[in-house]
């Protein structure tokens, strides 16, 4: 299995310890994700000291205020590691008010441009108030309009009268462990709808723990809790879901 989202620099624990569990359970690739000037070499850091580890550099649109042409050159610089393997996260907020519209859209606009410079995956994050489509909307017009051609992972997809959207576009969606909770019918539905060479799983860790670990802090070992409901959706075996989504991610982030 694979965790193609965490943020392994604010899990609990050592983090070799974190990364012995994941194996245990199976998990044997993972991306951590930066998401701002102190994060991003962390992410790197921790993919040198584990092999299972791998990075993503980007800046999180909550965290966007004042993006410069310096955060941009920092971004570029780290992103030619050998172990950073997208850009991101990055893509639009407009649920908290970490960062002005501005900012996040001058951040996400330098981000793709990054990303077709090197080749990379763009990981998104996408999130709007309740009953708005806003940054969503937004998103996949940006997307369409200056990333055609580029891989793109909508990461702790929520969007699921969208999925078609995504599918016709070639767009990887990753689910996350909210897909777990009783509420998320339509999440569910979604999971089931996704191409298979198009679908990830992922953590979000530490947040967003599946449902039989809720009020705990999350951690890449319970990715499994998560595969195991959209295996279960999609009709086919957790084996058989472990191969698609690590197929999948090795195509998309070449490990």
């Known amino acids: 299995m694979i965790d193609s989202h965490t943020h392994l620099f604010l899990c609990d624990g050592k983090e070799a310890d974190v990364v012995a569990a994941a194996g245990a359970a199976g998990v044997g690739r993972m991306l951590s994700v930066g998401m701002d000037a102190e994060?991003?070499?962390?992410?790197?850091?921790?993919?040198?000291?584990?092999?299972?580890?791998?990075?993503?550099?980007?800046?999180h649109p909550n965290e966007a205020t004042g993006f410069d042409d310096a955060a941009v050159a920092e971004i570029a610089r780290l992103a030619v590691h050998e172990k950073v393997r997208a850009i991101g996260e990055t893509g639009l907020d407009y649920y908290r008010d970490g960062a002005s519209p501005a900012d996040q859209r001058r951040a996400f606009a330098a981000q793709i441009e990054i990303a077709g410079e090197l080749d990379l995956p763009i990981v998104i994050h996408a999130r709007d108030p309740e009953g708005s489509s806003e940054a969503v909307d937004e998103i996949f017009a940006t997307l369409d309009a200056r990333a055609a051609g580029q891989p793109v992972i909508l990461h702790c997809f929520s969007a699921p009268d969208r999925v078609a959207d995504a599918a016709e576009r070639g767009w990887y969606c990753s689910f996350a462990g909210n897909v777990t909770y009783p509420s998320a019918k339509q999440l569910r539905f979604a999971a089931?709808?996704?191409?298979?060479?198009?679908?990830?799983?992922?953590?979000?860790?530490?947040?967003?723990?599946?449902?039989?670990?809720?009020?705990?802090?999350?951690?890449?070992?319970?990715?499994?809790e998560t595969a195991k409901v959209v295996a279960a959706e999609r009709g086919v075996s957790y084996a058989d879901l472990e191969r698609t989504v690590e197929a999948n991610a090795r195509a998309l982030f070449g490990w």
């Open 39 to 59: 994060t991003n070499p962390a992410a790197i850091a921790g993919a040198e000291r584990c092999e299972a580890v791998f990075a993503a550099v980007g800046r």
């Open 192 to 224: 089931a709808k996704v191409p298979e060479d198009r679908i990830l799983v992922e953590t979000d860790a530490p947040y967003l723990s599946p449902q039989p670990l809720r009020g705990k802090r999350n951690e890449p070992a319970n990715v499994v």
